[in-house]
């Protein structure tokens, strides 16, 4: 059966309304609101006796169902009465018929939020509760009445319960137009839930991986200024899934983040989240590439060791910490232009010195994103989604297969390992000099590998400079690839640059030659058997 926009009701005053919510923020100034309007209210469980204690008059579910609620409450509202009067036709003959013959009466608007699945998963219940709170009645009621949004309101959050009462207050009732767009985030709304009840099911499943289907969805948290470029627009949504990060941190102080301002301080995030907290780490970003790296005995000591390697690119970068941000690191950061601060906690002190500086953002997350755990990444593409497993591979010692005459010294090892991780989080081609836990040069996101070893050395030189040193920065340093070296052009840029000790993924047909050249040049090599591509 079809039926037209045109023959639809613009204006609506509902007469008859069912609440049942697992939020009750405000429900119930909602439902006096409803019944001051003259609404006859339906309500079950919870929601039935916060409304009675409040002296709201309900008429109770099981006594329009004529069934009483079982099964702990799983099975209340799936019944005739209640699906056939929220998706009745009302100017259809036939539904009109069917309603009388089977004593339905409709329901002209509908509050529900949904059992707290995404909270729950959140804060690690176990499975049987996390199972429990997958909601059955509420979902197929709101789509029932986002469907027939022709004839019936629907709302899924507190925050539209002021839009519908402003419009009953109106002579002609509830628009079209508002039906419409509260049906739209119905179904959204639903649309994300079961995205997150599938993605819970992949990611705790025997492999972690989605199936035949893949789902996303997330609530909206911010509508960012524009997107990368002022003339588009953004949003910035948060998944189900609480891994610690940007979506989940509190901003303390600072104007807005922007959309490359999210971006960005999630890469550094992420960075500085492979550095134990037991060992004092920095991290700072442009453009989503690290520009310096460093460990340190205290977070002051591997900020500054971080910003001597690119001092010119760290200007409007982003600095993540991996431990307490401590009075004398916010006085040091806040000496050149920074965009934005992340770390973990931060002191009362170093909170103090940040917010002299109105437009510095700072984000506390409480803990660090967990390097090591499960998830998936996506990316769209022309008319499809790419998804994969996250790059959660890490190097060990262990790992390593010295494949050159000469064995790397334990500090060449440290050196190497530091650098394999900072290398994960270049953008690939990806060329990483460190020496002293402490990266000296980088060279990102170029489509030869030798050209990211020359810019890396030429960084590294910058560096130098500024630093008034004689000697380049490279010299005596490890060199990491996030990739094999197809040729021996570009590990000869780093011999030439001054390492003594290269770490890269080996597997290239002319891996011979590669080696070749290390065993000439009297360098260290070492192979992982791991890629670090990214893009």
Same mark, same amino acid.
């Given at each position: 059966?079809?039926?037209?926009?045109?023959?639809?009701?613009?204006?609506?005053?509902?007469?008859?309304?069912?609440?049942?919510?697992?939020?009750?923020?405000?429900?119930?100034?909602?439902?006096?609101?409803?019944?001051?309007?003259?609404?006859?209210?339906?309500?079950?469980?919870?929601?039935?006796?916060?409304?009675?204690?409040?002296?709201?008059?309900?008429?109770?579910?099981?006594?329009?169902?004529?069934?009483?609620?079982?099964?702990?409450?799983?099975?209340?509202?799936?019944?005739?009465?209640?699906?056939?009067?929220?998706?009745?036709?009302?100017?259809?003959?036939?539904?009109?018929?069917?309603?009388?013959?089977?004593?339905?009466?409709?329901?002209?608007?509908?509050?529900?939020?949904?059992?707290?699945?995404?909270?729950?998963?959140?804060?690690? &219940?176990?499975? !049987?509760?996390?199972? %429990?709170?997958?909601? #059955?009645?509420?979902?197929?009621?709101? =789509?029932? $009445? @986002? +469907?027939?949004?022709?004839?019936?309101?629907?709302?899924?959050?507190?925050?539209?319960?002021? &839009?519908?009462? !402003?419009?009953?207050? %109106?002579?002609?009732? #509830?628009?079209?137009?508002?039906?419409? =767009?509260? $049906? @739209? +985030?119905?179904?959204?709304?639903?649309?994300?839930?079961?995205?997150?009840?599938?993605?819970?099911?992949?990611?705790?499943?025997?492999?972690?991986?989605?199936?035949?289907?893949?789902?996303?969805?997330?609530?909206? $948290?911010?509508?960012?200024?524009?997107?990368?470029?002022?003339?588009?627009?953004?949003?910035?949504?948060?998944?189900?899934?609480?891994?610690?990060?940007?979506?989940?941190?509190?901003?303390?102080?600072?104007?807005?983040?922007?959309?490359?301002?999210?971006?960005?301080?999630?890469?550094?995030?992420?960075?500085?989240?492979?550095?134990?907290?037991?060992?004092?780490?920095?991290?700072?970003?442009?453009?989503?590439?690290?520009?310096?790296?460093?460990?340190?005995?205290?977070?002051?000591?591997?900020?500054?060791?971080?910003?001597?390697?690119?001092?010119?690119?760290?200007?409007?970068?982003?600095?993540?910490?991996?431990?307490?941000?401590?009075?004398?690191?916010?006085?040091?950061?806040?000496?050149?232009?920074?965009?934005?601060?992340?770390?973990?906690?931060?002191?009362?002190?170093?909170?103090?010195?940040?917010?002299?500086?109105?437009?510095?953002?700072?984000?506390?997350?409480?803990?660090?994103?967990?390097?090591?755990?499960?998830?998936?990444?996506?990316?769209?593409?022309?008319?499809?989604?790419?998804?994969?497993?996250?790059?959660?591979?890490?190097?060990?010692?262990?790992?390593?297969?010295?494949?050159?005459?000469?064995?790397?010294?334990?500090?060449?090892?440290?050196?190497?390992?530091?650098?394999?991780?900072?290398?994960?989080?270049?953008?690939?081609?990806?060329?990483?000099?460190?020496?002293?836990?402490?990266?000296?040069?980088?060279?990102?996101?170029?489509?030869?590998?030798?050209?990211?070893?020359?810019?890396?050395?030429?960084?590294?030189?910058?560096?130098?400079?500024?630093?008034?040193?004689?000697?380049?920065?490279?010299?005596?340093?490890?060199?990491?690839?996030?990739?094999?070296?197809?040729?021996?052009?570009?590990?000869?840029?780093?011999?030439?640059?001054?390492?003594?000790?290269?770490?890269?993924?080996?597997?290239?047909?002319?891996?011979?030659?590669?080696?070749?050249?290390?065993?000439?040049?009297?360098?260290?090599?070492?192979?992982?058997?791991?890629?670090?591509?990214?893009?």
């Amino acid at each position: 059966m079809k039926v037209s926009n045109a023959s639809l009701p613009n204006h609506i005053m509902p007469k008859r309304a069912l609440i049942s919510v697992s939020d009750k923020t405000g429900m119930i100034e909602f439902a006096r609101a409803l019944h001051e309007a003259g609404v006859e209210i339906l309500t079950t469980g919870g929601s039935k006796a916060a409304l009675e204690a409040a002296g709201v008059p309900v008429i109770e579910v099981a006594s329009v169902t004529g069934f009483p609620e079982i099964m702990d409450g799983r099975v209340k509202t799936l019944h005739p009465k209640i699906h056939g009067g929220l998706l009745a036709i009302r100017d259809e003959p036939s539904h009109a018929a069917a309603m009388s013959a089977h004593e339905i009466e409709g329901i002209d608007l509908l509050c529900v939020n949904l059992y707290p699945f995404e909270e729950t998963v959140a804060r690690g &219940a176990g499975e !049987a509760e996390t199972i %429990e709170n997958i909601d #059955i009645g509420g979902p197929a009621m709101i =789509r029932a $009445a @986002a +469907k027939n949004h022709g004839y019936v309101t629907v709302i899924v959050e507190p925050a539209d319960y002021d &839009a519908v009462i !402003a419009a009953m207050r %109106e002579p002609d009732g #509830i628009p079209f137009t508002l039906r419409r =767009r509260l $049906a @739209a +985030k119905a179904f959204a709304r639903t649309a994300a839930y079961d995205a997150a009840v599938s993605g819970w099911f992949a990611e705790t499943g025997e492999t972690g991986q989605p199936g035949d289907f893949f789902a996303v969805g997330g609530k909206l $948290a911010e509508e960012l200024r524009y997107g990368e470029n002022p003339h588009q627009w953004a949003r910035f949504y948060r998944s189900a899934t609480q891994r610690p990060g940007v979506a989940t941190a509190l901003q303390l102080q600072g104007k807005a983040l922007s959309y490359n301002n999210i971006n960005d301080t999630d890469a550094a995030l992420e960075l500085v989240s492979e550095f134990a907290p037991a060992t004092p780490a920095v991290a700072i970003i442009k453009h989503a590439n690290p520009c310096g790296v460093a460990k340190g005995a205290t977070l002051l000591e591997a900020y500054e060791k971080a910003l001597s390697c690119d001092p010119v690119s760290a200007f409007g970068g982003i600095v993540a910490l991996n431990g307490l941000l401590d009075e004398d690191t916010a006085r040091l950061i806040t000496e050149i232009f920074t965009e934005v601060i992340i770390a973990p906690e931060a002191s009362d002190a170093a909170v103090e010195i940040i917010g002299r500086k109105k437009n510095l953002r700072l984000l506390v997350t409480g803990a660090l994103a967990d390097a090591a755990a499960r998830g998936v990444t996506a990316k769209t593409v022309a008319g499809g989604l790419l998804v994969q497993s996250r790059d959660n591979g890490r190097v060990t010692a262990e790992m390593l297969k010295v494949v050159t005459k000469r064995k790397p010294t334990d500090k060449e090892v440290a050196d190497m390992l530091f650098a394999f991780k900072v290398a994960k989080h270049v953008k690939s081609n990806a060329i990483v000099y460190a020496r002293g836990g402490m990266t000296v040069g980088i060279g990102a996101g170029q489509m030869s590998r030798v050209d990211s070893s020359r810019t890396a050395a030429y960084k590294a030189g910058e560096a130098g400079k500024a630093m008034s040193v004689a000697e380049p920065l490279t010299k005596g340093a490890v060199v990491a690839s996030d990739a094999f070296f197809p040729f021996a052009d570009g590990l000869q840029a780093a011999i030439d640059a001054g390492a003594t000790a290269v770490i890269q993924p080996g597997g290239s047909m002319r891996d011979d030659e590669v080696i070749a050249a290390a065993d000439a040049a009297g360098l260290a090599m070492v192979f992982t058997g791991m890629r670090h591509f990214r893009h």
